[in-house]
């Protein structure tokens, strides 16, 4: 089946730091990404929705400004965290969707990211 | 707004032990539902779904039934394996498409022989 590389699988970072998080489709073209994310022991929740060449749509409560995402081409979004701090600590998950035809989603193994 | 609820854990069970992890949702209309499966180091992966009333989703010997009455999906297998130790994330989505999905909270379940 087709395959979502996400890296890095984990980071720690100093706050007021920025962490780059990339999202690869491997075997597929994607123009449709997802981020979203988990915090413990709540629900893993959409972040923002990222189209290949356009700006990415981002859900209610979720600053664009401080999670900026690029979804330059076919095979890569990235999530850059800018400015982190300890309560964005939490657990980051990408998916790609294959368009045409059967639409299914496929996920990468997610980054757990820990400020200090 | 949409919502699931899913049955915390962790869950231990032993091998052949009969497995069944409760999900229940609040949305308008039909949506379609999903149970999703994260083993150790992979991405999460479509283990079934069921897009309509009395549907059953079925998969590896998983099954999960959309009861619209009682609005659950709740997840069961017969005889777990160890191979079955993941994490198991309930879902829905709006009709028609998966775009938008909605998750539980996910449950750990480790089986031991």
Redesign the interface.
Known sequence: GAVVSQHPSWVICKSGTSVKIECRSLDFQATTMFWYRQFPKQSLMLMATSNEGSKATYEQGVEKDKFLINHASLTLSTLTVTSAHPEDSSFYICSARVSGGDEKLFFGSGTQLSVL | GD??TQM?GPVTLSEEAFLTINCTYTATGYPSLFW?V?YP??????LLKATKADDKGSNKGFEATYRKETTSFHLEKGSVQVSDSAVY?CALSPPF??????????TRLTIIP
Do not use: C, M, P
Not at chain 2, 41 to 46: A, D, I, S, V
């Open positions: 919502s699931v915390e999703y994260q180091g992979e991405g999460l992966q479509l994330f498409g998966n775009e938008k999905l909605t998750f539980g909270t996910g």
